[in-house]
């Protein structure tokens, strides 16, 4: 879907954004936004609280010469990773900041957006698009992490009744094919775009295909039926060390009760849709499938150069499944492009500091905000990681 | 104090139990009671229903043939450890039950309080007893965990303005003789007592002597100046091991601010009160200060036969601290008494199953319910543990 | 067996024991002495470096005015635990220790023989007999890492064709009654006896009895066949978390192998023999064990007083297997007794320090050399220590 | 330095290399042989049995009809990670293996020698080469494990007097320019290569260029002079976090004492020569020192078009060090190559199966067999490793 604000309009995009992550949060009670299920998932609570500051530091408090903190803890509590910013509370230790309550931070958010509203009253700002942008990446985290929080508690109950997952896609089976050769990937710098999705650059591919649709939990199932948890040879060494700690045996969230496969969802608990898009594996199970099958996980230049003629980004339905449904991993190191410099000062912490021991997802997903992605967007997780909304694609040579 | 209530007004005990739990609770928000700060602690909601289903399953369940419960599943939420029971939710992810909410917890606690008052109102029930004081235990474990999950805030804000924390006792400065000799401890069986406190039962003890009052934080804080906590030849070995590998260089909660001791407590931060018995310490720091101080921890006995001569359990001021101020290690491993056997069913797993890996600490705390110790009572933890309001009092050879 | 040696011949008693322990060593060549198994175990190359430097340093350096360490770094490299000598090699890296090689330390030991058998010639020393009985407790350590070690290797070799291990005793069946009362226990001072033996004092006993054998295999068996292993009802909280973290089936060593158990022993690989005691079981198990049995273990003080009366130290058979065979679990923790004092200086933390996590364990066992236990011998381990030669008698109430 | 044997001369090729590893092994006692110092490092008496089985296994089991083992357990104890061939001892066990002795180990190098030779009498065989250079590999992790090994004995002491370490290179401090565009990089078929080496293929380089030499010690220590280590700005995030929780302050085996700087090498410890190139970094102190240094690492692909012009491979001193001092880290996350496939059977596990969380360092080292390495030859480690030989060039953009 299209992007339902502009940057044209700053205080319409502000607000569309800002109402966007309070209605996301508003199924959940005070007792659900405050938990932290793990150490890399945030209470939604935090999330809110994190995007408001950002506006605060970064805006506010950069630009308005005698702005004074809502409440000076803020900086302390609700950094997430910027050093140049200063100490913060750690990481996993966010869900022991019981207070502010959940309504004092919807409190600590109106008085922000009174304020950066004010503010924008006077004229545009420079980081005002980049903390829309950061805003919107928290709504998708929001849903993940709540994802996660719910599908604990042995009752798995639902976010919402129609909480956002994948949905089945297109019934194609073929493949689209590539002659490979020298091409051009990365932002060309139209429209906004995150740092590490440039520069621009040439790179030489070899001729290849990629399937038109998502592997779906149907295929995942023949490959759980097939052996596929239990063969040492279609793993890498530390997939495989990884299925034997961890006990892995179906992707995450899934359950099998009388037989059947079962997954913990937004929506609460259903039985698996074999024709949805699998999702909740990692990378270390996608590249276990694909050999499984024969093929292999792309680069994420080659997904780029396919995926930029199949994008949709509005309305029409995306046939071939190349944003909007699930994030898919690529064979591709998260690392930086040739050329790459991250911003100066503390927004340069943004994406340079995480390129080691990440792998590059691309597309986007059902919990992403509609127009937030692109084909050119690098998302990046551990290749352990399965709570996101990670599924794949296959690959081949031609 | 006086227990302020009475068995054999059995609908006045309970309400006046329950009711001290709800008011226990009133000043914690929803945030504060569902957020589980360590694996040993609880949150507020669950003490708060897993004492209403103790209610309901040992009293309700057990006596009432068409009993059909509240909520079948806070069999499995809200049982503690009581094997005979069935499958329960493992204790370190109590904090990720955030459905029942706070207010859902409240209406079952008032579902069941109907019950069992109609069920009352019929006659005494044989468990109704135990309930009580296990939901006293409770409610110092509430106090006790809330104390925990509010230090961690980098704030440290207070439960209560006016929270519970040990107060000076008395100037004492002497000692409490015993002659040794055949004496009998344990309960004698009037009133009620845990099982773990009888059979009464014959020992033998040396002639000894107790300090008449507990050891202070401004003692502690000269055991501190004259490196209580740098000096290997004052620790138990495992003391020693554990004091390098968790940091410790005074007792837990206290936090050093431009040269002055603070602590956080109930009622927020505060500057250690030198005239204090100090509190959340260790076996193992009870131990080494007390080897320090030339002298030694009593035994249970020595403890317990000094006690009962010195106990007042009423509202005149106790001048030898031995109850209601902080609970006071002992010597004592946690070892059954000659001739204990476990009551006979799923509260026969009350207290038998933790005799190993845990010391005695006599006598009660400031957050102990008024008249739920006695000088029979055994409360236990493991030698490392620090959240309980656990001090010490010295004792000696003659 | 008797005490091959005496200590009012000091040079005989210092070559006897010097000798036995070279003589355990012999059977292991270079590779088998070097390595360390676990953290708790050491290389036996390290007990007869310790051994040596325990002399060095508590009856050459303290008495020979001039003497010279034969090499200095010894003092680091092979001090155990005594922290006024000063800093050491920690426990769990003694494998990390290749140099001096064994042939070297074999020459260290000959090079101190000859030191303090020239210091002995002048006359008696104060320490040389607490040496010796350290080093007869290595000798037994040595025996257990080493088999510690050898089972740990997948073809589980012998360290001798006739290495030692428990052996099948009497056929008993009964109880040895006792009156309880008020009993002496503890060292009386006669003959040697280290300081946590004493002092000597009184106890009150209630009347109970004592099986007249130990717990053999195969009724270890039986109870592994009855679901020992899988029913929380028998087990301390603690010890059902361990049997659950550690995977426990049956006891330490124990393999199935065709529906056969055999066990790994210091002869290497045998079939279970159902008539000789169990070994290699935890306090944790053997208590679950008693429970099964509908019986308990006895507590350090109840066995003693029986045991003394059937103590053979001697070459008659021990028909009631109190020393000799297997050391046996008491229900004891391992706390100092009334009016315990350590010695002083660096020897007083020979026993004192670890008192606390650990249970007693009476009797000795086929590793212990001949005489080196008595009825008062305190040994302890914590309660899920499996390594040593620990087995279990059965106690009951009267 | 040239390759000292030839594939077309197999006997004398196979008794050049099996000598030159029981060369090294020679200064190693059967102490030293045998201990496992961590669980990434193998005993030098595993190295020597295992490279050993990889020709019984590979060569001789394969080839051979009717061939009989050695010893049927030396296929469990002595294979390293080919799930192909069966079940194995584990990695982190191999220290536990103290049977077969290093005299049998050096009896089973023989009777397989006599074997394989007896073999190749009748002619070439296909996996004789990979064999050789198998072991070359093991060669070279032989002098790094020992080296590990012996810098954790608190004495440092040398694995021999003239032990290998990287020495002083050239003064140069210039860049070597290049122009960047379509390169090809890759193995080209000629001579012996490693799979992962392949396929040759093209790649787009923007112009950049690289150091003239290594990085040296001498500033390696301005670096931590300048507070390198405490800087967050300058560390990837996992990097960070790992200097916090290793407690890393210096290159791996760096002391501090007197306030000059000692590191353990293989010809014990030394003064930190501040010319030599810095050696035991890890990929994340690489990168930092790197941006600290204003500059960047080199792609793979950057080190490699510039190494094959520079590369010596010779007597010839190597003046701008490509070959024969330090591995060098690179920027390249340790994936395949376009196109790449592993070989069939077991010994496609050779490589494939590790490409994830890895980095590529290329060049070669001070303890690279001479003519092991080439100007493809892609080494590889975890980001957080420093005991192989690993140090680092900067590179630039134009």
Request: overall charge negative; aromatic content about 12%.
């Amino acid at each position: 879907m299209r992007r339902p604000w502009s940057i044209d309009d700053p205080i319409d995009a502000y607000r569309s954004v800002r109402a966007r992550t309070e209605a996301l949060a508003a199924p959940l009670g005070p007792e659900d936004q405050v938990v932290q299920s793990m150490p890399e998932a945030s209470p939604t609570k935090w999330h809110r609280a994190h995007t408001t500051w950002f506006f605060e530091e970064f805006v506010l408090a950069a630009s308005v010469p005698d702005h004074r903190p809502v409440d000076p803890a803020h900086r302390y509590l609700f950094n997430s990773y910027y050093e140049a910013v200063g100490e913060r509370q750690p990481r996993d230790r966010r869900g022991l900041i019981t207070r502010p309550t959940v309504e004092e931070v919807a409190g600590y958010r109106r008085r922000v957006d009174e304020r950066v509203e004010e503010l924008l009253a006077q004229g545009p700002h420079p980081l005002l698009e980049l903390g829309l942008h950061h805003e919107e990446q928290h709504q998708e985290l929001l849903l993940m992490d709540a994802a996660h929080l719910l599908a604990q508690h042995p009752l798995r109950p639902a976010y919402a009744q129609d909480g956002v997952h994948p949905t089945a896609g297109s019934a194609g089976n073929g493949w689209i094919d590539h002659e490979g050769g020298v091409v051009e990937v990365g932002h060309d710098g139209a429209g906004f775009a995150y740092d590490n999705e440039g520069p621009r650059h040439r790179e030489v591919l070899l001729p290849f295909r990629l399937r038109d649709r998502l592997v779906t939990s149907g295929e995942w199932i023949e490959f759980i039926d097939d052996g596929g948890y239990e063969r040492v040879d279609l793993w890498l060494s530390d997939g495989w060390a990884t299925v034997g700690s961890l006990g892995w045996e179906a992707p995450e969230y899934w359950r099998r009760r009388d037989g059947e496969w079962w997954v913990a969802t937004l929506s609460g608990d259903r039985p698996v849709g074999r024709d949805e898009p699998v999702v909740h594996v990692s990378l270390y199970e996608a590249d276990a499938f694909a050999r499984w099958a024969g093929a292999r996980l792309p680069t994420e230049s080659e997904w780029e150069v396919v995926a930029r003629e199949h994008w949709t980004g509005d309305d029409r339905p995306d046939e071939t499944q190349f944003d909007g449904s699930v994030w898919q991993w690529t064979a591709s190191a998260y690392l930086p492009y040739p050329g790459f410099r991250p911003a100066e000062g503390a927004v340069g912490e943004y994406n340079g500091k995480f390129m080691v021991n990440q792998h590059v997802l691309r597309g986007g997903c059902c919990a992403t905000p509609p127009g937030h992605s692109r084909p050119t967007y690098r998302n990046f997780f551990p290749p352990a990681s399965r709570w996101a909304f990670s599924g794949l694609r296959l690959a081949g040579d031609r």
